[in-house]
């Protein structure tokens, strides 16, 4: 198949994440697109069964497939562009490459969704990944080659995020999740924890839910605030009202709500792990993963001598929505 044959791409997803839309988005202005939202559930069969005609029928139909994540949607979708002879490109988020056995979190502790991922990575045409890191954990966990990986960082919109309105003293970091082993892998506890030390600084945490809640609750002193999962407007509403936004996870890919928080002028606190530096650069200050006392001086830098306008630059310069649209129809184009 030649670069100019590929018209139509088939969509496949497991949820409408906002960097998956987008993503989605950017490939409607260029290409035929279909979607396809993954579900199979023995107590809903015709939803499954319109879920298997509907990916068979769609891989017939286009000259690529296109699968955010490596997961049991994007195997079946690999194996079914073998069979019909069509392109697979397979976008990774860093969960896939993970094996965090205190936290639970990783497929590699998964024998089965390690064995479907290791063919995902050996087959697909076409891996994806957002970081170098990421591309060296698959390589070094799975014993692959690599050679299929592509490098291509997520793109934001800097002119939907950006600053408004004057900032308040506030502190804020976002996480969807209601275990606790979620609420410490992305360091809400340690955030509630430092905001003890700072009682004149308003703390906002975004998403949690459930359980995890409710003993978040009970170590928080009266100057955190809990809110959502809430709308988009409202989620720009605080990015844009916060002086410092905090990502003090143990692990992340190139994390989204990060990059966004920057682009409002957020000033980064965050965890030397991962994506997490590949993100803030110089632009914000570090402490070690479930580290208060290093989290508290790094928040206190932040409020005092952060620059927000150089967090903003940093993610507008590397990471615009331009640079993955250049690099996802570079990549086609190789197909």
């Known amino acids: 198949m030649t670069k100019n044959n590929i018209k139509k791409i088939l969509f496949v997803r497991l949820n409408p994440s906002s960097f998956v839309q987008r993503d989605l988005k950017l490939l409607k202005k260029h290409f035929q697109v279909k979607e396809v939202d993954f579900i199979l559930s023995r107590k809903d069969p015709l939803t499954t069964m319109k879920t298997i005609y509907s990916l068979i029928s769609g891989v017939i139909w286009a000259d690529m497939t296109f699968s955010w994540f490596a997961d049991i949607h994007s195997y079946w979708t690999v194996k079914l562009s073998q069979f019909f002879g069509k ?18 979190y990783g497929a590699l502790l998964d024998p089965v969704k390690t064995a479907r991922i290791k063919y995902i990575f050996e087959n697909a045409d076409k891996i994806v990944a957002l970081t170098s890191i990421m591309r060296q954990e698959a390589v070094d966990n799975y014993q692959i080659s690599g050679e299929n990986f592509k490098i291509i960082p997520t793109g934001f919109d800097y002119d939907t995020f950006k600053a408004k309105g004057d900032k308040e003293d506030m502190v804020f970091t976002a996480s969807l999740g209601h275990t606790w082993d979620r609420v410490r892998l992305k360091g809400v506890d340690t955030f509630v924890k430092a905001s003890q030390y700072l009682p004149d600084v308003k703390f906002v945490v975004n998403g949690t839910t459930g359980r995890a809640l409710e003993k978040l609750k009970k170590i928080a002193p009266g100057n955190v605030e809990f809110v959502g999962p809430v709308p988009f407007s409202e989620l720009l509403e605080l990015f844009q009202k916060s002086k410092v936004y905090c990502q003090l996870s143990m692990r992340e890919g190139l994390p989204t709500a990060v990059c966004e928080a920057m682009l409002c002028e957020c ?20 402490a070690n993963y479930e580290d208060i006392d290093g989290t508290v001086e790094a928040i206190k830098k932040a409020m005092e ?14 990471f615009p929505k331009e640079i993955r649209e250049k690099g996802l129809l570079e990549l086609i184009r190789e197909l």
């Open 87 to 104: 392109k697979s490109v397979v976008v990774i988020g860093g969960y896939e490459t993970g094996k965090l056995k205190e936290l639970g």
């Open 305 to 318: 001598i952060g620059d927000g306008k150089k967090a903003r630059s940093r993610i507008k310069k590397l």
């Open 267 to 286: 000033v980064p606190v965050g965890t030397d792990q991962y994506g997490i530096p590949v993100a803030i650069g110089d632009a914000g200050f570090y």
